[in-house]
Structure formats: C-alpha cells, structure tokens
C-alpha cells in the first residue's frame, strides 16, 4: 500500500517536472526504469544471496563417518606446533622467524627426499618491487618435487604459503590456522606421495609474502621458474583447521567447470561438509563472498591455470594472535588433510 502511494507521488511529481521542463518521453521512461531498480534493489540482493546459500549448502550432507589414516597425522600436528611457535614467531616475511621457517622447509623437503625446484637448491629467493613488500629483504620460496610415472602428463602444483603477519607492535601473530595448517599438510602428503609415487609429477610449493601481496605465487611465473602450459592443475591449501560447522570450501569450478565433477565426487568420499562456492562474481550472487583472488591461486587464475583453492571461512582467530595451535580443531583438520589427500589422488587419477 505504502509503495503504491510512493509510486503515485512519484508519477505526479514526474508528470510536474515534464510539463515544466518538456522532458522527452525516452528520459521519462529511463526515470521510471532506474527508479523501479532503485526501490526494488534490496529484494533482488536479497533472493540472489538467498539463492547461492541454497545452492552451497543443497550439496549433500557427508556420506561417510570417518577418514581413513592415511596420513601420519602425529607428525603433522607436531609440524604445525613448531611452525605455530614462539621460535618462529608467526613467520613475517623478512622476520629471523621467516628466515627460520624457511631453512627449517628446506631440510624437512631434504629428509623427505624431494627432487630441489628453486633457483638456488629448495629456495627460489626474490625481491619485491613494489608496495609494503618491497622493504622486506630476504623473501623465498621452498620448492620441491616428485617425478610422476608419466612424464607427458603436465603437473599438479601444490601451494601453501608460509608466511603469516610476524611480530607486531610487540605482539606475535602465531598463524596456526593461517596457514601452518596448509604447509603440514603440504608435507604429509609430500610424505605419502613419495611412499606412493604419483602419475603426475608434484611440485610442492611452501610459499612466502602472501599475507603482503602474494609475491611468492608471482614470482613463480615471473623469474619463469614455472609456465602455465606446464601446470595441469593449482591446489591451494591456505587455513585448514578451524570450523565450528565442518565445513570446508572448495574455491574454482564457477571458472572451471571441468572441476565440478570430480569435487563432487570428493564430496561422498569425505567427512567434512565440503562446499562448491565462493567463487561467483557479486552480480549473480549478491553480496556473497568470492573468493576468486583471495590467496595465492590468484596467480594461476591470472595465467588461466585452472585452479582448487581449499580453506575454511573466516573465524574469529583470524589474523589475530589468537591463532595458535591450542585454538585449532585437529579433529576437522585430520578430515581435512585425509579429504585433500583424496583430492589429489583424484587428480592424479584423471
Ligand atoms: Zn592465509
């Protein structure tokens, strides 16, 4: 009723304004049409995020109890302590607490056994040219391999950066969640993998400077280290362990259909409410969050290399010195690991 009065006053005081100014009929039309998009706005918002929420979580509750153990889980979780701890100091890019992180990979890379992939044995160090990141001296990436069965085959790049925020202000940013979590798991599966070699050659990936400006992902296509035609497929793990809900989302099959099959089915393999989303643009789903250019897969995606970004939503540990490894749920991230580890058998297998 009230909008039907609003509308009335509206036509009349646009009939006025055409008498007195001799608006053409054309501008008038335009008026009404912005004005109906104006008025109506909030509710097409509303049942567009409407919409997308019914479509992420239409996705079928979990099919199976438990993960098997396949992974060595122990181990991880002491990695993610140490990384997460006071000696690392959250791992600032430029910080002794990243130098540290980053010598710490490399020989970890070592007793695994990974073939070396930097520039310089497991490191690839680079300069940041612009912005922040430019004053912070000493950046790296730690890169390891392992040769897959069939040399054809293009690779699988897994990433998982290793920075976090570092000390500041006097305070340590652990960065247990974000993301010591993605680089143990980027280790137990490099552990696994070596037990049980790939089709597909692997590059891991531990990488630095995303939290300021993914200078790491960059600098992987920039110094040529890597060309996107080599690259079948980016995974990207980055904050694995903390969801009240269980939920993990799968980031890249809106831009990459081609995804969506086998991340469904990796959906009935898993225990955690795994979602498709987070990857449409806001004009098709609102205001919904998309994840598209949110962590280091960005650079892939920049170079059309399809890519999985994997990671939780955000909680409220995120980017806070509240991040620490007490504060994780090593239950969900056991899932987690064991459903990322399915991923990239599953990858590997197509
Ligand atoms: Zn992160």
Same mark, same amino acid.
Request: include cysteine; hydrophobic fraction near 45%; charged fraction near 20%.
């Given at each position: 009723?009230? +909008?039907?009065l609003?509308?009335?006053?509206?036509?009349l005081?646009?009939?006025i304004v055409?008498?007195?100014?001799?608006?053409?009929?054309w501008?008038?039309?335009l008026?009404?049409?912005?004005?109906?998009?104006?008025?109506?706005?909030p509710?097409?918002?509303?049942?567009?995020? $409407?919409?997308?929420?019914?479509?992420?979580?239409?996705? %079928?509750?979990?099919?199976?109890?438990?993960?098997p153990?396949r992974?060595d889980?122990g181990? $991880?979780m002491?990695?993610?302590?140490?990384l997460?701890?006071? *000696?690392?100091?959250?791992?600032g890019?430029?910080?002794?607490g990243?130098a540290?992180?980053?010598?710490?990979?490399?020989?970890e890379?070592?007793?695994i056994?990974l073939?070396?992939?930097?520039?310089a044995?497991?490191?690839?160090?680079y300069?940041?040219t612009?912005?922040?990141?430019?004053?912070?001296?000493?950046a790296?990436n730690?890169l390891?391999r392992?040769?897959?069965?069939?040399?054809a085959? %293009?690779?699988?790049v897994?990433t998982?950066?290793?920075?976090?925020?570092?000390?500041?202000?006097?305070?340590i940013?652990?960065?247990a969640?974000?993301?010591?979590?993605?680089?143990?798991?980027?280790?137990?599966?490099?552990?696994y993998?070596?037990?049980?070699?790939?089709r597909?050659?692997l590059?891991?990936?531990?990488?630095?400077n *995303?939290?300021?400006?993914?200078?790491g992902a960059?600098m992987?296509?920039?110094?040529?280290?890597?060309?996107?035609?080599?690259?079948k497929?980016?995974?990207?793990?980055d904050?694995?362990?903390?969801?009240?809900q269980?939920?993990?989302?799968?980031?890249?099959s809106?831009?990459?259909?081609e995804?969506?099959k086998?991340? $469904?089915?990796?959906?009935q393999?898993? @225990?955690v409410?795994l979602?498709l989303?987070y990857d449409?643009?806001?004009?098709?789903?609102?205001?919904?969050?998309d994840w598209?250019f @949110?962590?280091d897969?960005?650079e +892939?995606?920049?170079r059309a290399? %399809?890519?999985?970004? +994997?990671?939780v %939503?955000?909680?409220?540990?995120?980017?806070?010195?509240?991040?620490t490894?007490?504060?994780?749920?090593p *239950?969900?991230?056991? *899932?987690? @690991?064991e459903?990322?580890?399915?991923?990239?058998?599953? +990858?590997d297998?197509?």
């Amino acid at each position: 009723m009230q +909008f039907a009065l609003v509308c009335c006053i509206v036509f009349l005081f646009v009939r006025i304004v055409m008498k007195l100014f001799r608006i053409p009929l054309w501008l008038w039309l335009l008026f009404v049409v912005a004005g109906l998009g104006y008025a109506f706005h909030p509710y097409l918002l509303a049942q567009m995020m $409407q919409m997308e929420q019914k479509r992420l979580l239409a996705q %079928p509750e979990p099919m199976v109890e438990q993960m098997p153990e396949r992974l060595d889980f122990g181990r $991880q979780m002491a990695d993610l302590r140490y990384l997460a701890s006071d *000696e690392l100091a959250g791992r600032g890019t430029g910080q002794p607490g990243g130098a540290k992180a980053q010598q710490w990979l490399a020989a970890e890379f070592t007793h695994i056994g990974l073939v070396a992939a930097g520039t310089a044995g497991y490191l690839q160090p680079y300069q940041p040219t612009t912005g922040k990141a430019q004053l912070m001296k000493g950046a790296a990436n730690v890169l390891g391999r392992i040769e897959g069965s069939d040399p054809a085959l %293009p690779m699988l790049v897994l990433t998982a950066h290793y920075d976090h925020l570092g000390v500041h202000q006097g305070k340590i940013y652990f960065g247990a969640d974000d993301n010591a979590s993605g680089v143990a798991a980027l280790l137990a599966l490099a552990r696994y993998f070596k037990q049980y070699p790939p089709r597909h050659t692997l590059l891991f990936a531990a990488l630095d400077n *995303e939290e300021t400006g993914m200078w790491g992902a960059r600098m992987l296509f920039e110094q040529e280290l890597l060309k996107p035609e080599q690259i079948k497929l980016n995974i990207n793990m980055d904050m694995l362990s903390q969801n009240t809900q269980q939920q993990l989302i799968a980031v890249g099959s809106y831009h990459y259909p081609e995804l969506e099959k086998p991340l $469904q089915q990796l959906q009935q393999q898993s @225990s955690v409410r795994l979602l498709l989303g987070y990857d449409r643009p806001a004009w098709l789903v609102g205001t919904h969050q998309d994840w598209t250019f @949110s962590s280091d897969h960005r650079e +892939f995606h920049k170079r059309a290399v %399809p890519f999985v970004y +994997f990671g939780v %939503p955000d909680h409220a540990h995120y980017h806070q010195p509240s991040d620490t490894a007490e504060n994780i749920d090593p *239950e969900f991230y056991r *899932e987690v @690991s064991e459903t990322l580890l399915d991923a990239v058998l599953l +990858f590997d297998a197509s």
